[in-house]
């Protein structure tokens, strides 16, 4: 029987590509900004040289604006329609050997830069920052510049897969509510979504009950189409918008990564350019303006609007991960976490709480625990200084995986399994995991 450790990294390697790994063999068959990014970190446990290839290939993606896509297509004939759906060709800043989507994902490069370094040795690590470390100031520098229009410290969010968390509740509410075109509405009141299951790849080998809704899909595929026809020019796309959102989740992320960014250019002797250090400035203090004082969490903020988009998910306990928040607004949200009930099931942490009105145990980021956030929580709590409950939240996780395998994600109450199968950064993690609670030894000692 296979260890935890080895059955990992088995995932890893049958979802390697030689120069990156697949999030998954047959659902994702592209390259994704942040399931590389996880994957990064889980293989520097294995070989750090592989580890570095798959950041080496994701930066080849980068834009000539600095934007660093969230997908790069594999250039097999057979996916020539994901290629074409985003077109990014269409823009004048897209790279010009790759076909990659024409938005972003969370930034955690620089984290994955960062651990992956560590596991190298001392001059490879130096030259390894050296590399990366353009790509990164180019990368978030360009966040500020184009999606900080009004330079508040926030990066605004254009489309729902930019949060990572695709169908997360008050992003779809939001599209629902200006982004619906005629024709969707149309279907729906009629009831014809149901015949869309036809043209979807995910529902043929998935329950359609543990994916997205067709019609919010429907809504997600239009608002590619109305990015692609601005030619993901950000003036045109938010030239009379009704629909751009400062995600807190996102923001908590890049502000992490801006300081791990500042970690890479003091060991390498760099000055963080002016701009992008006033930014990123700014950004410790604008985090604090999406606390609610009602609900005691985060919230993410509708740009338009300016008005907080009050609805729970797990991206409210993510500004935990960015390590700059207020002292007793961290140890509530800590106190909000533990408490059986919301965020606390069994197998914590969910991606929407279970008492909210829309949670559901097994759709997607609607309720299932992913394990890249719990990670990120658990990233958290440990530098806030939480550590038994960073602890606890380790000994859930492995339990969680160890009893039902790797899987996408998984149902919080039960802790079943779903979506995709040997999932690439539910493995990776998990090892990261294994590594830190120095389980990893055991495992692999117990195998021989
Ligand atoms: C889904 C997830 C996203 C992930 C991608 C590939 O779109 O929502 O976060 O990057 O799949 O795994």
Redesign the pocket.
Known sequence: MNTLAVTCEDVLKANDRGTHTV??PGL?PHQ????SCFAAIGWAHINPERAKQELLSLIHGQWHNGMVP?MIFSMDKKYARDRNMWRSWVSPNSPNDVATSGIT?PPVLAEAVWRVGNELPANERSQFFTKMYPVLVRYHSWLYLERDPHSEGLALLIHP?ET???NTPPWEQQLREHSRPFWIAAIENIGLEKYFNMVRRDTRSIPSEQRMRNIDALMAWDAILRLRRKRYDIDMILHRSLFAIEDVGFNAIMVRNNQIIRDIAKIIYRKIPKQLDENMQKSVIALESLWDETYSIYFSRDFITNKLLKQPTISSLLPIYSGVIDKKRAAMLVKIMTTAGAYWTDYPVPSVPKNSRVFNEWR??QGPTWLNTNWLIIDGLQRNGFSQEAQALISHTLKMVRENGIW?YYNPKTGEGLGSSD?T?TAALTLDLLHQSGEHHTDKAAQS
């Open positions: 999030p998954s994702y994704w900004l942040w399931d969230h994902q897969y990572g968390l695709d997607y980021w996408e999932f950064w």
